[in-house]
Each structure stands twice: as structure tokens, then as C-alpha cells.
T-cell receptor
Framework: NAGVTQTPKFQVLKTGQSMTLQCAQD?????MYWYRQDPGMGLRLIYY???????DKGEVPNGYNVSRLNKREFSLRLESAAPSQTSVYFC????????????FGSGTQLSVL | GESVGLHLPTLSVQEGDNSIINCAYS??????FIWYKQESGKGPQFIID?????DKRQGQRVTVLLNKTVKHLSLQIAATQPGDSAVYFC?????????????FGRGTQLTVWP
């Protein structure tokens, strides 16, 4: 039981390049989330998916798109990377929709030059 | 802005002492609170949670206290060990918010020295 798995762990992009961050969970959770974490700041929600086939914007969705491919997988895409998107990205999941703890992946360190 | 915040961004304690990490929140509709520990280079890990109908909850070496009157949350770590060195985040769930999502504070860096 691996929990939440993110790939890649590290990535360097040039401005304007695109890439997709992958996330998969094996806990049969319904809800999945993408957060970004910047120095001195808490986690900020980018997008979330309440269930397979649904996605919604969080606090900071601009410049990102997501796909809930199936119940296990939730990917985050940067179509045209910008230096402001340099951050650590975390995927998380939880089984219910209210008041239950999130399980996090180990993160993707992304640098945009 | 975020309603969940922290009084101190850093905390240094000696090994064996007790640690107290504080968190303030402003939304009286928050009904669930959670503490996470994040070690360098890793994702946040669940420590303990508490619902708003409780004042105190204990785990292994950790205790969370909730004071709804002053909207304050604290995490107490007993007999702090070097392995406790990490950033600690509090998060709240606002009743009725979309998906019951969590709002995170900025974090407190706990450093344990021998």
C-alpha cells in the first residue's frame, strides 16, 4: 500500500514549456487535491476533484489544468510554465467530503527558469 | 487572507522538554482542526485532529487543545525528541465550505537541540 504517489520528484523547465505532474492513490479515495507550497506560506489549493469525472478550481488555479483520469489518478498540467510557478507541488487525497484528514504525496519540486 | 495563522514562525526547544505550538483561527464556523508535521523534503504527515465539540484530544506524546472562546488551537509535544524537528501546520475545516476543504496556516518550524 503506497498511499499517494507523485511523479516526478524534481523537474526543471524553461519558461513557456509544458509538463504534466502525475498523481495516483491506492486507497480508493473519492476526493483528490493539488496544492502548491511556497517558502513561508501554507499550502494553497490549486484544483480539486470531489469524485471521478469532476474537477473544480481552488484558490490559485490560473496557469494550471487538471484531469481526473479515473478514481486513482489526478494529473496537473502546466501548459506554458512561468517562473511564478516555481514551487513544491503536493497531491493529496481523502475518502470523504467533510472533515477527514488528507493524505499527502511526497511532492514535486518544480523550478521554472 | 487565510484565517488560520500561527503566533510564532520558529520554536527552538531542548531535547526532553515539552513543546507547545500555537495556532489562531478567525472563522467561528470552523468545525474540524488538524495538525500536520512536515519534515524536510517530504509531504505533510497527519499528527492529530480534533472536532469542535471537543476541547482536548490526546495521542501518543501529543495533545491538541481547542479553545473556541478565543479561537485558539495548540499542539503540545511531550518529551520532545530530535526526530520531532519539522515544520508543523495547523489546518481548519469550515462547516459548509466546498468539499469540506482544509485551510492551512503558514507553519511553525520546530528545532530540537540536544
Amino acid at each position: 500500500n503506497a498511499g499517494v504517489t507523485q511523479t516526478p520528484k524534481f523537474q526543471v523547465l524553461k519558461t513557456g514549456q509544458s509538463m504534466t505532474l502525475q498523481c495516483a492513490q491506492d486507497m480508493n479515495h473519492n476526493s483528490m487535491y493539488w496544492y502548491r507550497q511556497d517558502p513561508g506560506m501554507g499550502l494553497r489549493l490549486i484544483y480539486y476533484s470531489a469524485s471521478e469525472g469532476t474537477t473544480d478550481k481552488g484558490e490559485v488555479p490560473n496557469g494550471y489544468n487538471v484531469s481526473r483520469l479515473n478514481k486513482r489518478e489526478f494529473s496537473l498540467r502546466l501548459e506554458s510554465a512561468a517562473p511564478s510557478q516555481t514551487s513544491v507541488y503536493f497531491c493529496a487525497s481523502k475518502s470523504g467530503n467533510t472533515g477527514e484528514k488528507l493524505f499527502f504525496g511526497s511532492g514535486t519540486q518544480l523550478s521554472v527558469l | 487572507g487565510e484565517s488560520v495563522g500561527l503566533h510564532l514562525p520558529t520554536l527552538s526547544v531542548q531535547e526532553g522538554d515539552n513543546s507547545i505550538i500555537n495556532c489562531a483561527y478567525s472563522n467561528s464556523a470552523s468545525d474540524y482542526f488538524i495538525w500536520y508535521k512536515q519534515e524536510s523534503g517530504k509531504g505533510p504527515q497527519f499528527i492529530i485532529d480534533i472536532r469542535s465539540n471537543m476541547d482536548k484530544r490526546q495521542g501518543q506524546r501529543v495533545t491538541v487543545l481547542l479553545n473556541k472562546t478565543v479561537k485558539h488551537l495548540s499542539l503540545q509535544i511531550a518529551a520532545t525528541q530530535p526526530g520531532d524537528s519539522a515544520v508543523y501546520f495547523c489546518a481548519e475545516n469550515v462547516r459548509g465550505s466546498t468539499l469540506g476543504r482544509l485551510y492551512f496556516g503558514r507553519g511553525t518550524q520546530l528545532t530540537v537541540w540536544p
